[in-house]
C-alpha cells in the first residue's frame, strides 16, 4: 500500500524558514522523480521543486531558487524541502508527489497530473 506523508509545515513569519519532510512507502523510489507541489487558496497546485530520486538531478521554479533546497535521504525514504527568507506568497498548502513518467523534471514539475501518488499535504502560512 502506497503511503506519503508530509510534516513541517506551520506559522512563520517573513524571513523565517521552515523544513519540510515527506516520508514515503509502498512504492519502490528508485524508479520515481519526487516533487514538492504547492496550492494557494483558489489556484492550481503548482510544482515547487523535484528530484530524481537516483541521480539527485533538482529541479526549482524560478520564485524560489536560491532560497528553497530540495534532498532525499535514501535509507529512510525521506524527501526534504528546506525554505529560507519566506514570504507571504509563498503561503500554500504543500504537497508531495512521486511520478514514474520518463520526462524531464520541468516538465513533471508543470504538469501535476503526470503523477501517480500524492499526501496529504502541509500547510504553510507566512505572516508579514
Known amino acids: 500500500q502506497v503511503h506519503m506523508m508530509e510534516s513541517g509545515g506551520g506559522v512563520v513569519q517573513t524571513g523565517g524558514s521552515l523544513r519540510l519532510s515527506c516520508t514515503a512507502s509502498?512504492?519502490?523510489?528508485?524508479?520515481?522523480?519526487l516533487c514538492w507541489f504547492r496550492q494557494a487558496p483558489g489556484t492550481e497546485r503548482k510544482g515547487v521543486s523535484c528530484?530524481?530520486?537516483?541521480?539527485?538531478?533538482?529541479y526549482y521554479t524560478d520564485s524560489v531558487k536560491g532560497r528553497f533546497t530540495i534532498s532525499r535521504d535514501h535509507t529512510k525514504n525521506i524527501l526534504y524541502l528546506q525554505m529560507n527568507s519566506l514570504n507571504p506568497e509563498d503561503t500554500a498548502m504543500y504537497y508531495c508527489a512521486a511520478s514514474n513518467r520518463m520526462t524531464n523534471l520541468q516538465a513533471l514539475a508543470l504538469n501535476p497530473d503526470l503523477f501517480d501518488y500524492y499526501g496529504q499535504g502541509t500547510q504553510v502560512t507566512v505572516s508579514s
Open positions: 528530484i530524481a530520486w537516483i541521480s539527485g538531478r533538482t
Open positions: 509502498g512504492f519502490y523510489m528508485n524508479e520515481y522523480t
